[in-house]
């Protein structure tokens, strides 16, 4: 690898434009797949297989009409109630976004509210028609049993004078069509007896079913559309598609719709199923971070020439990463974070990757070495170890696949393109740009410094003075690093996951107004209802099934933590019934959470109606849940994978086990720090964080994956400077003393470097970006400096001599990549 990589570095640079003009091609092929693949990007995210999604695939099969994404347009008035006028607009507003693309319907909360108030009155009024019914039905058995009083009374007359009459010897024909007359009005009464109980029986059945209808109408009391005091309604726009389907463009286009006619005094925002689009990709933050960047390579390379090649390289190579990825949009969905996942790797690994190979071949001019042969060299041996650190990072983020969750491998294979693409731009596109530069990328300082140095002999005697550090320090340092670790790693045993509500967003954001606007007028819980269905037998009647409606809502409304309970719809088959649930919190609250868990776990109401869960606060679960089943697989995997490398690279079984304990340790501090930060809400104004909530769900993966593959490039850069001076016959810890001097400056900037590209993002105004963005900051910073800077050196002095023992038969079998092209060094000397 290391004689190819020369061979590469030696061509680019006599043909340098050449190979410059061949990447220009590859960034227009890229170019022209994204302008003819590019179909936009999706900003939900969802696991499938999951309860929630089993439930919304139900509903798309029995309640095609409640299986589409909802948001929620939130009218305010900002000065009092909203008025007849404003209402009238607003309504007209409502009417004309039912032919908006994707909608299907569009809730009117003040007609919505009418019905409920007539629904009320209703509701009087059939108990008043029910007393009068009651009162009839009394009044006209009173009036029966009177006549029937009266009939007993003419039978007992006439039955005493038929015996006078038989007595007498007189005639009875009188008395018997008496008798007749008698019996008929009997069989009238009777008959009026009968309609009675009849009406009694329907006035009622009638009572129970206003009871019922009472009952649920109460219990559905705090789910209102129009707040108390009148100054905020809540319209509800329904789509056709579901919320992972649904086009940015239908969301836009609604926001438009409400937007175009400015009602005075009205104030218009949206809650995030609707305003939460694609964020920004770059904005000041990240100019910010490179510029930053920008200052430690002029720093660490000491002209603006040389500093100007890794920024120009990175940002090519990101151009052509995030098109090329975004090209296979229209066949794959995309989340939204994934180009941007892709440029921060592309940017932090394409700046790194470029500096280690210019820092390596000034080093060598300096020394007197002829440009070509010294790019060439410094491809062969930098640039060797820049290949494995890449494939090390590569590996990290393509086993996000293994993970079994679309958008999380996804995000992998764009990150992994771009850590690839940075790996060939620096071995191929650096050269070509370093031969162009000539010796112009060396100020006048760093040469007249230089020759002095190497006419007086301070660079042999630099070296030369290097001496291990003591034991007593190197214990202090490794007791110190871990404690300081440990103790940042306290807040993760709390780390709670989810999925940003609108309360996360910017604080001047329609999203975070709409969220704060309908948490004061309504309730925390009124910003992530749930979605519960019942399975019910089938082939009931209109009564049993309002009677099984009853039964559910009732044992729905028994759960701690819920305010108001309504039945919605029951399919034509009378097999699943739907019903909202408004929780007492929001959807990221601990007792919502609780909540979805124990109807999950509640058995089928009266022996047959099993309960599903959908909703934001269920799906939040759900993708929290998958992503902790995959994270310890992944983490397997990952440093399974990576060890081996190691072992293969290093030739020792320690040095991977030391570094990858240390990234254990500087993982966990990370969770701790993103903890603190994003859900204790501590120093939440620096960062952004207005309002702590759980951790992003996908964070702790994202991780993983990126800052394993970053830590492992710093181990690589610091050990392989410590083993090529052991190999060399230097002592096993004075070899630890020469190969950290060698390398930390390049790894302190390239870990600068980093922090600052990453720290970039922080400023983003999504919560999702700026969590990534927060956690790979810290994580490099964390894991570059007290772990591998203070840690491993530490540990492998302690060690010593075994921190490179391999057994023999491992030692014979594995191959001997020569990462810090030892061998090539021999073969191509670069001095004259």
């Known amino acids: 690898m290391a004689e190819l990589l020369h061979r590469l570095g030696t061509f680019a640079a006599r043909r340098a434009w050449t190979v410059l003009i061949a990447w220009i091609v590859i960034l227009g092929v890229a170019v022209g797949g994204f302008l003819v693949g590019f179909k936009g990007l999706s900003s939900s995210f969802d696991i499938p297989g999951t309860a929630s999604g089993d439930v919304i695939a139900e509903l798309e099969q029995e309640l095609p009409d409640f299986a589409g994404a909802t948001g929620t347009v939130v009218v305010h008035a900002t000065d009092g109630a909203i008025t007849d006028e404003q209402r009238e607009q607003v309504t007209a507003l409502i009417d004309g976004a039912e032919g908006l693309p994707d909608v299907a319907a569009v809730n009117d909360p003040f007609a919505t509210e009418e019905e409920r108030a007539e629904q009320q009155r209703q509701l009087e009024d059939g108990r008043a028609q029910l007393e009068a019914g009651q009162q009839q039905i009394d009044d006209g058995r009173a009036q029966l049993e009177a006549g029937a009083a009266q009939l007993e009374a003419g039978q007992t007359a006439l039955d005493a004078g038929r015996a006078q009459a038989e007595a007498a010897g007189f005639p009875t024909a009188q008395l018997d069509v008496q008798q007749a007359q008698l019996d008929a009005q009997r069989t009238i009464v009777e008959e009026q007896r009968v309609q009675l109980d009849e009406g009694q029986a329907e006035l009622e059945t009638q009572a129970a079913r206003l009871e019922r209808g009472a009952e649920l109408l109460e219990l559905a009391d705090g789910i209102r559309l129009v707040s108390d005091d009148g100054a905020t309604a809540l319209v509800t726009v329904s789509y056709t598609e579901t919320r992972l389907e649904l086009p940015q463009e239908s969301k836009d286009a609604t926001m438009a719709h409400f937007l175009s006619q400015p009602i005075d005094g009205v104030e218009i925002s949206f809650s995030t199923d609707i305003a939460q689009g694609v964020p920004e990709i770059v904005g000041v933050g990240e100019a910010v971070g490179v510029a930053l960047a920008a200052v430690v390579l002029v720093v660490v390379l000491g002209s603006l020439l040389a500093a100007a090649l890794p920024i120009v390289t990175a940002i090519f190579g990101v151009a052509i990463g995030a098109m090329a990825m975004l090209s296979f949009s229209g066949l794959v969905q995309m989340a939204s974070v994934t180009p941007i996942l892709g440029l921060m790797l592309g940017l932090a690994v394409g700046i790194d990757y470029a500096l280690f190979i210019i820092y390596r071949h000034r080093k060598q001019l300096l020394r007197g070495a002829d440009v070509v042969e010294s790019i060439g060299l410094a491809n062969g041996t930098a640039g060797n170890a820049v290949v494995f650190a890449g494939i090390t990072v590569i590996v990290a983020l393509l086993a996000l696949g293994i993970t079994g969750i679309p958008f999380l491998g996804l995000m992998g294979v764009a990150g992994a393109v771009s850590v690839a693409v940075a790996v060939l731009i620096a071995i191929s596109a650096t050269p070509a740009l370093l031969g162009l530069a000539g010796r112009r990328i060396l100020s006048r300082r760093a040469i007249e410094k230089a020759a002095a140095a190497e006419a007086d002999g301070s660079t042999a005697d630099a070296l030369q003075a290097v001496r291990p550090m003591s034991n007593a320090r190197a214990i202090i340092s490794a007791v110190l690093a871990v404690a300081v670790l440990l103790t940042i790693a306290v807040p993760s045993l709390s780390m709670r996951l989810g999925l940003p509500d609108g309360g996360s967003e910017a604080a001047d954001s329609t999203a975070y107004r709409a969220f704060t606007l309908t948490e004061a007028a309504f309730g925390e819980g009124q910003n992530g209802p749930l979605l519960v269905t019942a399975a019910l037998p089938g082939d009931l009647d209109e009564l049993e099934v309002e009677e099984r409606q009853l039964a559910v809502a009732r044992e729905l409304a028994a759960q701690d933590d819920v305010v108001a309970v309504a039945p919605i719809a029951v399919s034509d088959d009378e097999r699943l019934a739907v019903f909202q649930v408004v929780p007492a919190e929001g959807p990221n609250s601990e007792s919502t959470e609780a909540l979805v868990r124990e109807l999950r776990t509640m058995p089928p109401v009266d022996g047959d109606m099993a309960l599903g869960v959908a909703g934001q606060a269920a799906s939040n679960i759900d993708i929290s849940e998958g992503l902790a089943d995959a994270l310890p697989l992944y983490l397997a995997v990952v440093v399974g994978l990576s060890f081996l490398i190691m072992v293969m690279v290093f030739r020792s079984l320690l040095v991977p086990l030391i570094a990858t304990g240390g990234f254990v340790l500087s993982l966990f501090a990370t969770y701790g720090a993103v903890t603190a930060v994003f859900q204790w809400?501590?120093?939440?104004?620096?960062?952004?964080?207005?309002?702590?909530?759980?951790?992003?769900?996908?964070?702790?993966?994202?991780?993983?994956?990126?800052?394993?593959?970053?830590?492992?490039?710093?181990?690589?850069?610091?050990?392989?400077?410590?083993?090529?001076?052991?190999?060399?016959?230097?002592?096993?810890?004075?070899?630890?003393?020469?190969?950290?001097?060698?390398?930390?400056?390049?790894?302190?900037?390239?870990?600068?470097?980093?922090?600052?590209?990453?720290?970039?993002?922080?400023?983003?105004?999504?919560?999702?970006?700026?969590?990534?963005?927060?956690?790979?900051?810290?994580?490099?910073?964390?894991?570059?400096?007290?772990?591998?800077?203070?840690?491993?050196?530490?540990?492998?002095?302690?060690?010593?001599?075994?921190?490179?023992?391999?057994?023999?038969?491992?030692?014979?079998i594995i191959p001997n990549v020569d990462v810090e092209g030892a061998a090539l060094e021999r073969r191509h000397p670069a001095h004259h």
């Open 681 to 812: 809400g501590w120093l939440g104004e620096l960062f952004g964080v207005h309002q702590p909530g759980p951790i992003l769900s996908f964070l702790p993966v994202i991780l993983v994956g990126i800052l394993f593959g970053l830590a492992m490039d710093y181990q690589l850069f610091l050990t392989t400077g410590m083993r090529e001076a052991y190999v060399h016959g230097a002592e096993a810890r004075l070899a630890v003393a020469r190969g950290f001097r060698a390398g930390r400056s390049v790894v302190i900037a390239a870990a600068l470097i980093m922090i600052a590209v990453f720290a970039g993002f922080i400023a983003s105004e999504s919560v999702i970006i700026k969590a990534m963005g927060l956690g790979l900051s810290l994580g490099v910073l964390l894991d570059a400096f007290v772990v591998r800077m203070l840690l491993v050196p530490a540990i492998m002095h302690l060690v010593g001599k075994g921190a490179w023992w391999l057994p023999r038969w491992l030692d014979r």
